[in-house]
């Protein structure tokens, strides 16, 4: 009686506990575990162990000379690495954009103009100072004044100029002390400086002063602009010719000894194809006018077939026989 009654109350609980998710899940886990350790054994046990080390001995095989000689050769080649000059450790690759300048291209000095001339002292023959004679008046006379020549200048960097010295001297001798004589004789010189820097001036204005494209690096970057970008050219493919100007005589004056440079391109006919491009200016626009005249009239030389480059120099020499020196007039009355 108490077992059946028992087994009556335990069913319905025991319905009770398996529909509960808990217990659900714990079986489920509980048997896929067994179903984990029940096929293990029969899981291939390959992958679980390493593979054991196969060592075997290889007899040695002796290679005939033909067969040697069907091996290819995998050793790496030594490079033969050009020697190193001394003159490119310090040379400089230039931008892609710029062109390569040349290094045939003539060099020039700068050329600065001197817009003061040398002082020259005014014309007459040096004399010695001497002293005035006292005066026959029983008044005392007064104090000589010390002379502007002997007055040592006050800052002891200043050099003395002989020329002035020599001018402050001839304006005393053979006169008083008096200061308008001094300022008198002293006018001329001053005068005469003056008058020869206005001159120079209005010839530089006349000459079309221009110091634009005068320099060496200007020139380089010109000429590599026109060589190898406009014209197309490479290399050294050029000649290079120097041709004596006439000197133009409005620049005697200024005894100065500009040059300039043009680019010239002449045909199979060693005819001039289009314009001469300035390679390096002469500061002056009447030196670059002269020297275009002076290529317009010289004779080319070309045995190729194709067109030739020359790089022609056109030089002004400053010389005797270009600024003859006026002659004076005649009739100058007799001395005395």
Known sequence: MFRSSFARSIVPTLHRVVRQPVWIATALSVGAHGLFWAALPILPSSSLTEEPDDQRTVGVVELSPEEQARIPDFSTPSLQLPPLSESDLYSLTPLPNQAPPSQFFPPFPPYEPNLYPPYEPPPGSPTTRQNPSPSPSPSPSPSPSPAAGTVSPTNPSVARNPDIDRLIERSGSGQSSTPGNSSQANRPAAERLQSRLAQNRAAYERLGRNPTGTTTEEANLTFGDWFYNQ???????????????????????????????????????????????????????????KALEAIAAYEFENESDSDQVYLVTVKFDHTAESCQAPTPADGSPPAG
């Open 231 to 289: 014209l197309g050219r490479e290399g050294n493919d050029f000649k290079e010719a120097e041709i004596p100007a006439t000197y133009p005589p409005e620049a005697c004056p200024l005894e100065i000894e500009p040059a300039a440079v043009y680019g010239v391109v002449v045909n199979s006919e060693a005819n001039v194809v289009d314009e001469p491009k300035l390679i390096q200016s002469s500061g002056f626009q009447l030196f670059n006018q």
